[in-house]
């Protein structure tokens, strides 16, 4: 893997961290391309729960696209590139494992999108997170336009995105844009993923895509999408395991079985 993304492995979990820091961690493509693989490589680490994502430095978690790159790029070079860029986004969103944002100084454009694709989001009390795309002639392209409004609703979104307007930590906790708001971003984020560790791995799966694949289909459809997805948890030996340990008044140990 290319050095612009680091994959740190704390076995059930890992830290996936995108080191351009001399960049506020912006989107080039050779942050892009490391986002890739580090999602194809977590999808297939069955002992793999969760991943913290974060950015290196103390300046940003990423303040969005690389423009000093973006302007050495042609049209049909752009086209490309936003292309890749929702190929990677689209692969953390659909990711068999649990993604944890980890957000901290700028969280703009971009980098918002790329949290968005997360499952859930810890940001530390001094982020400064938006979609300024608007005030640079631009739009949010890389998802922020559906993933927002389907995350805190229309009306909220369509403020941020047609405004461009930066936000603290405190409101977009408010807004229902993160889950958490903490003092250390990244302690925060393990602590929400020991509780997903705690969690057996098949059914935190299957309740993803539950939530996932459900969230716009009419009301019997998406029903008979988690009747499905439960189908997938009845024959495992997790799902006894857990029955067995409730009895026995333990914690139960999930294998991912």
């Given at each position: 893997m290319s050095n612009a993304v680091l994959i740190?492995?704390?076995g059930p979990k890992w830290v996936v961290r995108l080191n351009m820091p001399e960049r506020?961690?912006?989107?080039?493509r050779a942050v892009v391309t490391g986002l890739i693989e580090a999602a194809e490589r977590a999808a297939a680490v069955k002992t793999l729960r969760a991943i913290v994502l974060c950015g290196a430095g103390d300046k940003a978690f990423c303040a969005g696209a690389d423009l000093k790159e973006r302007q050495g790029l042609n049209q049909d070079e752009?086209?490309?590139?936003?292309?890749?860029?929702n190929q990677s986004f689209r692969?953390?969103?659909?990711?068999?494992?649990?993604?944890?944002?980890?957000?901290?100084?700028a969280c703009l454009g971009g980098g918002l999108e790329l949290s968005l694709c997360a499952d859930l989001r810890v940001a530390q009390r001094d982020a400064v997170i938006g979609l300024p795309e608007v005030r640079l002639g631009i739009l949010p392209g890389a998802g922020g336009t559906q993933r927002l409004p389907?995350?805190?609703?229309?009306?909220?979104?369509k403020e941020l995105i047609l405004t461009g307007t930066r936000i603290t930590a405190a409101e977009a906790l408010a807004l229902g844009v993160v889950n958490r708001v903490a003092d250390d971003h990244e302690a925060a984020a393990h602590a929400l993923a020991d509780e997903v560790c705690l969690a057996a791995p098949i059914s935190v799966r299957e309740a993803k895509r539950a939530v996932n694949q459900g969230w716009e289909l009419p009301l019997e459809e998406a029903l008979a999408l988690e009747?499905?997805?439960y189908d997938v948890i009845i024959p495992t030996q997790d799902r006894l395991e857990g029955l067995k340990a409730f009895a026995e008044k333990r914690a139960p140990q999930f294998k991912g079985e």
């Open positions: 740190e492995d704390h506020r961690n912006a989107l080039g752009v086209r490309a590139f936003v292309t890749l860029l692969n953390i969103e659909t990711s068999p494992k649990v993604w944890i944002a980890a957000i901290h100084g389907r995350l805190i609703g229309m009306a909220r979104a009747r499905a997805c």
